[in-house]
């Protein structure tokens, strides 16, 4: 049995489709992507009075510097415990896989934008993922690397710049700022509008908490691999909840 598969059984009516690793390294990542800009802002608005109330309330410009860095390590640590689990436990690498995208994803990705702001009530068939979902995962992995790379320099800077011109670091330094400024925004932002507050999940949906969905929802938004589970038929009402998670 795979060592990371949650053992209490999903809710009547119900399907887990994260376990308690998959929803651990989530929280993770919102604490420390949290943490990461909020001491980041701090600096980067230092000028203003924001910034300079932001510095106080993080205990000054050492304590901020030393909170950032040790979000900055926290990030690694999740990196690489992520990259560990999908390529080297059987249902990480399922789940690698099916985050692929496919030409199919971008021509349904418009319709599903539309679908999530309320325009259409058509909701494309897909898989485990869907292309938004996908995009979002490719999004904040790749800027999570970027962000990694580029904040090593800056911490070793010294080192960075024996090596390296000081365009390089200037520019880095540019990178790093708004780029963390941009991925909170997508991951906080249009993340937070797609989950939790667009028509069909205000005001919140639970499945970051428990990991489950319900029977009707993954028919409607996940139609592919409801008939994979189940077929074509309706999903019965006061059903026995569902353990996918293997």
Known sequence: MNADRNQQAAAPGHV???SAGELAQHWVLLVTLTVLAL???ALFAAETWVGRAMIAVEGGIEARGVIHRVGAVSLMI???????YVLFTERGHRQLMAMK???SDFRSFGLLLAYYLGRTEVLPEFGRFTPLQKLQYWGAGIGSL????????????????MVAPK?????????????????????????????HLSPGNFPVQRTFLDGQISLDRLRREHAQEYRELFGEAEPPHGAAGVDEVR
């Open 167 to 195: 365009w390089v670091f200037d520019v880095t330094t540019i990178v790093h700022g708004y780029e963390g400024l941009v991925l909170f925004a997508l991951l906080f932002g249009w993340h937070l509008y797609i989950v």
């Open 16 to 18: 887990r489709r994260f």
């Open 146 to 161: 970027m962000m990694i790379a580029t904040g090593l320099v800056l911490w070793f800077h010294t080192a960075a710049m």
């Open 39 to 41: 001491t980041g802002v």
């Open 78 to 84: 999740l990196t690489a415990w992520h990259f560990l």
């Open 101 to 103: 995208l496919h030409a």
